[in-house]
């Protein structure tokens, strides 16, 4: 086990070392999620609106992000990279948790960027609750981002396949989550596929806690979510790590 996390150390420190060398990058990353800030939000009603669509902004930011690192991943086997960590003595599991840890660092950054941004428009910030569901959306970054890579694997020498069903499921879970639009006036049908959706339920507490209401059900909701998603995306990961050649 101290093997193991000191391996996993290591592939941490190394996928994190591009991100503090090219900050850009995270910013980057954040134009659509603020396009999608500055053209939605003025169209909902009320004046707590950004109360309501921020934390799915910041949910949204992650799913983005996260589901794009296999990417990183496939163009490390085009190079052969991938190759040459194969057959170091780092155990094959570190291989995929570091990288897949890696994930909740930009997640933060671009947390932080977006409430920044948010606070001089009139957004609330409870520091607490907001803590508290980075702690949650931590452990989903960490199941997407393994689920991310689990992929580009299945992807070998066909990166049409990845980016295919990465494209595919992106935007339905975010609609289905009710990120942009509220989904309890949609038709039962509708409300049937994001009850479905464990996404549905990391927003539901995000905006919990960043309203400050951390004893909420739907924060205890969002923690079962997330951590059912980060330990099925480490499970299904680290075994497609421990077969790949």
């Known amino acids: ?16 070392r591009p991100v503090i060398r090219d900050p850009f ?30 934390p799915g902004i910041i949910v949204m930011s992650c799913l983005f992000g996260s589901s794009m690192t296999g990417s990183n991943l496939l163009f490390e086997m085009q190079t052969g990279s991938h190759e040459r960590m194969l057959v170091t003595p780092l155990r094959r599991p570190a291989l995929l ?3 897949a840890l890696k994930e909740i660092v930009p997640m933060l950054a ?3 960027l977006i409430v920044a941004v948010c606070v001089p ?7 607490g609750g907001a803590l508290l569901g980075l702690v ?3 452990g989903f970054c960490i199941g997407l981002g393994a689920l991310s890579y689990t992929l580009a694997l299945s992807s070998k020498n066909r990166d049409w ?19 942009l639009l509220p989904i309890e006036n949609g038709p039962g049908w509708l409300q049937a596929l994001s009850k479905a959706n464990p996404m549905t339920y990391v927003v539901n507490a995000e905006r919990a806690l960043f309203n400050g209401d951390v004893w909420a059900r739907s924060t205890a909701e969002g923690l079962v979510a997330a951590a059912a ?12 790590m421990k077969r790949s050649d």
């Open 161 to 179: 396949m990845f980016w295919t069903v990465q494209q595919t499921l992106l935007f339905p879970l975010l609609l289905l989550a009710g990120v």
């Open 110 to 112: 671009q947390a932080a």
């Open 136 to 138: 949650i959306l931590a």
């Open 121 to 127: 428009f009139g957004f609330e910030l409870h520091l």
């Open 25 to 54: 990058s995270v910013i980057f990353s954040m134009v659509q999620p603020l396009f999608f800030l500055g053209l939605f939000a003025p169209l909902l009603p009320g004046d707590s609106s950004l109360q309501w669509f921020v």
């Open 97 to 99: 948790i570091g990288r």
């Open 229 to 240: 998603v980060g330990l099925l995306g480490l499970v299904v990961g680290v075994r497609a």
């Open 1 to 16: 086990m101290t093997s193991l996390v000191a391996d996993t150390r290591v592939v941490f420190s190394r996928e994190l």
